[in-house]
Each structure stands twice: as structure tokens, then as C-alpha cells.
């Protein structure tokens, strides 16, 4: 096994922290999708980092290892239909009591 370190903006690393374990598998995915999809590849001597950066983030997307951007999502919730949207009412446990409760009750906390 080799380790690889790469300069990342900020938006790109919190986002692959949480894919953290899976990291090689899905440079492999996207190295598979940019052989398949006839994506141009990276160039690492002539390209600029920020255009780096943004084709790591769009193949990465591609392989579905990655959520919508941020401007995206703001975009979305900026319409007018989306801001009518009203709450849901439901009777019941709240869902992060519900969370709490199972995390406190699996094996490892009952030591």
C-alpha cells in the first residue's frame, strides 16, 4: 500500500471526510468512469488547481460519491414553491430521541 496526499479546497475535503474509509475504492470508480465515459484526463502539469479540483468534485459526483453543491441546494430552496412547503405534524417520538435511544442501546455501551 502507498499513501497519496492531495491538496484539496476545504467544500472538497468535508466533504470525502465522510467517505474517509472508501476512499480507494472510489478513486478507483472514478478512474474506471473517466476510462468509460471517454472523459478527458487529468493533467496534472498544465491544468490549475481549481480546475483540478472541479473535475475531481464532478467525477466524484458522476460516481455518486458526493451530494449536490451547496449552490445547488441553495438554488433549489430559493424557489417559490419550495418556500411554501409547510411541516409535517406527527405524533409520536421525535426522530433524535429515537437515535439516542438506539445508539445507547447497542453492544459496545452496555459494557
Same mark, same amino acid.
Given at each position: 500500500?502507498?499513501?497519496?496526499?492531495?491538496?484539496?479546497?476545504?467544500?472538497?475535503?468535508?466533504?470525502? @471526510?465522510?467517505? +474517509?474509509?472508501?476512499?480507494?475504492?472510489?478513486?478507483?470508480? &472514478?478512474? @474506471?468512469?473517466?476510462?468509460?465515459?471517454?472523459?478527458?484526463?487529468? +493533467?496534472?502539469?498544465?491544468?490549475?488547481?481549481?480546475?483540478? +479540483?472541479?473535475?475531481?468534485?464532478?467525477?466524484?459526483?458522476?460516481? &455518486?460519491?458526493? &451530494?449536490?453543491?451547496?449552490?445547488?441546494?441553495? +438554488?433549489?430552496?430559493?424557489?417559490?414553491?419550495?418556500?411554501? #412547503?409547510?411541516?409535517?405534524?406527527?405524533? &409520536?417520538?421525535?426522530?433524535?430521541?429515537?437515535?439516542?435511544?438506539?445508539?445507547?442501546? @447497542?453492544? #459496545?455501551?452496555?459494557?
Amino acid at each position: 500500500m502507498e499513501t497519496i496526499q492531495i491538496q484539496t479546497t476545504t467544500e472538497l475535503a468535508q466533504q470525502l @471526510r465522510f467517505y +474517509q474509509n472508501e476512499l480507494p475504492r472510489l478513486l478507483e470508480l &472514478g478512474l @474506471r468512469l473517466i476510462k468509460t465515459e471517454n472523459i478527458e484526463p487529468i +493533467q496534472t502539469e498544465t491544468a490549475p488547481l481549481t480546475s483540478l +479540483q472541479e473535475q475531481i468534485i464532478n467525477v466524484l459526483h458522476l460516481a &455518486g460519491a458526493n &451530494g449536490p453543491q451547496a449552490k445547488d441546494i441553495t +438554488q433549489y430552496l430559493a424557489k417559490p414553491e419550495v418556500k411554501n #412547503w409547510q411541516p409535517i405534524h406527527a405524533s &409520536g417520538k421525535l426522530a433524535s430521541d429515537m437515535i439516542i435511544e438506539e445508539r445507547k442501546s @447497542r453492544v #459496545w455501551n452496555q459494557i
